[in-house]
């Protein structure tokens, strides 16, 4: 049997052009950016370089990088400098975050006593912005909302947020979590009153342990550690140029392919929902507003860790949610509102852009296979 991958939301396979990026600037380029001799010189160049890729992958507007070890540290580095900022001490969110957005908001609000209203995105698992705009007041401090929402798959109008809560707020912070969004949308366009965004390598084709913030030139940011000058001291530490240098080479590829990838997810992605899609099996959100490779089903009693485990006796990998709550017994509050029932299983496809037809519709038998072993309790027979 032929794996097929359906679990790109949790991580994808990194190209092949960027591991031959990667092991270069580990064999060959292993400078020190902070040397001064032209190894450092050399290094430099290349992380100058990935800056520049990941500026176009974001889009248009004045943005400074930050490299970090991934998502959740940039996603804290945004929140924490953001909050509390003097009697700006309340963060405004929402119900679909990833657990590194929601987590820090929520500790923030208990170490430091600063306010968090947390905006749901109900059965269609999207939010209003017009929720959004009633809770912005001259005490927020910080807005901060994902594009493609990692549970839900579904895309959020973060434009739209930032400029109705700026109306009311305009000295409050908007920061976009965009490490679904990177790679699942055919473009991110972020107006100018969107103040920073995350990125992670491995999300877009790139290695693990590396991402980035960037943020607007006119702002800063406040470090989470001290230990050196690197990065004009708001992230120190030696550079990770091997990952650097492999997650540039990711965003250079994503920006070339993404625009026909994204089209091709979609196509075979609405394919495969009407052959998976039965009165038991049933998608979780609204079909109009989630990315393009990214599908949530709700399967009506069976249990989730069950079904993934017999799905890879077939050789489909996918996943029930994020991955960094593996290990959850309860539903996302999310997929609960949603309308999954706490008796039912939910499955996450999500795809690259190299999913063929084929491979989608080998999986939808797969899956209805894994399916009725799992109600007939043959699982793992």
Known sequence: MTEIYLDNAATTRPYA????????????????????????????????????????????????????SGGTEANNLAIR???????????????????????????????????????????HGVVNPGEFASLASAETALVTITHV???????????????????????CRVHVDAVQAAAQLPRLDYGRE????????????????????????????????????QQRGMRPGTLNLPGIAGMGEAARLTLERRDSG????????????????????????????????????????????VLLHTLEKYDVLASAGSA????????????????LRREDGVLRISLNYEITEVELATAATRIHTAIEEVRKGKAGQ
Not at 151 to 167: D, L, Y
């Open 17 to 68: 052009e960027v591991c031959q990026v990667v092991q270069r600037a580990m064999a060959e380029g292993f400078g020190n950016t902070a040397s001064l001799h032209r190894r450092g010189v050399e290094a430099e160049r290349q992380v100058a370089a990935a800056r520049q890729h990941i500026r176009q992958l974001v889009g248009a507007g004045g943005w400074d990088v930050l490299f970090t």
């Open 81 to 123: 400098s953001s909050c509390p900022r003097g009697k700006r001490n309340v963060i405004l969110t929402s119900s679909v975050e990833h657990a590194s957005v929601i987590d820090t908001a929520t500790m923030l609000a208990e170490t430091r006593r600063c306010g968090l209203h947390v905006v749901g995105a109900g059965e």
């Open 149 to 171: 929402a990692n549970e839900m798959g579904t895309v959020q109008p973060v434009n739209e947020i930032a400029r109705a809560v700026k109306r009311t707020a305009p000295r």
């Open 194 to 229: 969107v103040d920073s965004v995350t990125i992670s390598g491995h999300k877009i084709h790139g290695p693990q342990g590396v991402g980035a913030l960037l943020f607007r030139t006119n702002s800063s940011v406040k470090p989470l550690f001290c230990g050196g000058d």
């Open 262 to 305: 994204s089209q091709s997810m979609h196509r075979h992605l609405e394919i495969f929902r009407q052959q998976v899609c039965t009165g038991t099996i049933r998608q979780l959100g609204d079909n109009h507003h989630r990315a393009p490779g990214m599908l949530i089903l709700a399967i009506d009693n069976v249990k989730s860790e």
């Open 324 to 339: 960094c709550h593996s290990t959850r017994t309860a539903p996302a509050q999310c997929l609960l509102d949603a309308g």
